[in-house]
């Protein structure tokens, strides 16, 4: 909105302030908002988030604790990206849209949580289709607007020139990124403030990205593909760290709300949208290696039960496995912390060793 005003104060033309504002905007409605918003919260949800009792002794303390903290991140994220945002740039409206859809689905299924009082919620195979349905609308959509040769290109980091058209295969490759994503981090999202700085660094590790490939100057400098008006996407990406640092102010332990499926669900699917298109999918991986990593704690165990009859880890996820060897909530929070700086730093790193 801020953006159309360009034409008067010539400062709104420039990406890097309307980033700055959209995360500071974002942030700030967390600070004003944030404490009414879980008192409200707490009213609404007289017994808060269930915890599973077969967890970690120490999470019994957690009941009573709200859930749907997800819904003033995804307000925060919209009414900053609307404020500061070019709303002519259709990768803007295709990333807030499909981050609202997959905020739906989690909204949904924390709504059932609550009502039936369980850790159950939507069936898996209704929440996966509706994920997939999501994924594969923003999907076409960007196919559309990228109309060049690259839009069903795989690339690869560290490398100059390899890079692979998966022609076809490409939008079930990119189904799989987007809500993969968005399944990684909702299963990360277990201990008080353990996803939210993960989010934070491989959201920025994107917004770098964004404003470099999206300027074709720095994307031949780079000799990465340009994606014409993605940079746009760090107005977004700025929203969206601004949104989840508010959140941890309050989510830092003890825990005062959670973000429930609401907000993990759709930060996921926002990190799936973002590399899918910034053609950087496999960058994700890398930046998100914790989200990665715990994804296959979860198959790992779910295989060592099937084929082996017993279990691989202690508890799945793989936090959970730490906090059953006796370590803290906190030491396992700000240890996965220090890894997701490294894993920003290595991914980072993949722009320039090519």
Excluded at 110 to 129: F, Q
Excluded at 147 to 173: A, E, I, R, V
Excluded at 176 to 198: H, W
Aim: charged share 10%; aromatic share 14%; proline share 3%.
């Amino acid at each position: 909105m801020i953006y159309f005003l360009s034409s008067f104060v010539n400062i709104f033309r420039y990406i890097t302030f309307r980033t700055g504002g959209a995360f500071l905007t974002a942030f700030l409605i967390w600070l004003i908002f944030g404490g009414p918003f879980i008192a409200w919260l707490h009213k609404k949800q007289s017994l808060g988030q269930p915890i599973r009792d077969y967890g970690p002794e120490s999470h019994q303390k957690k009941r009573g604790t709200p859930t749907m903290g997800g819904l003033l991140i995804l307000g925060a994220i919209t009414f900053s990206t609307l404020l500061w945002g070019n709303l002519a740039n259709p990768y803007v409206w295709i990333l807030l849209g499909g981050t609202l859809a997959f905020g739906l689905i989690g909204l949904a299924d924390d709504y059932l949580k609550l009502v039936m009082e369980s850790y159950g919620g939507i069936k898996s195979w209704h929440k996966l289709g509706l994920q997939f349905l999501v994924a594969g609308i923003a999907c076409a959509l960007m196919i559309y607007v990228d109309q060049g040769h690259m839009s069903t290109t795989l690339t690869f980091p560290f490398f100059k020139n390899l890079s692979l058209d998966l022609g076809y295969f490409y939008l079930p490759f990119a189904l799989i990124v987007i809500v993969g994503a968005s399944n990684a981090v909702n299963l990360t999202d277990g201990l008080d403030g353990l996803v939210s700085f993960p989010l934070v660094m491989v959201t920025f590790v994107f917004l770098v990205i964004a404003y470099l490939v999206g300027r074709p100057d720095y994307a031949t400098y780079l000799q990465v593909y340009h994606v014409a008006g993605g940079a746009e996407l760090t107005v977004v990406c700025g929203a969206i760290i601004g949104a989840v640092l508010g959140f941890l102010w309050y989510n830092a332990y003890p825990a005062k709300v959670f973000m429930g499926d609401t907000g993990s669900l759709a930060l996921g699917g926002a990190l799936g949208l973002l590399a899918v298109a910034l053609k950087h999918e496999i960058v994700l991986a890398i930046a998100g290696g914790i989200f990665v990593v715990e994804a296959l704690s979860v198959m790992a165990q779910v295989l060592g039960w099937r084929f082996l009859n017993r279990p691989i880890f202690l508890m799945a996820p793989l936090h959970h496995h730490f906090e059953k060897k006796g370590y803290k909530e906190t030491t396992v929070v700000v240890r996965f912390w220090i890894v997701s700086i490294l894993l920003a730093i290595l991914a980072l790193s993949t722009l320039k060793i090519r």
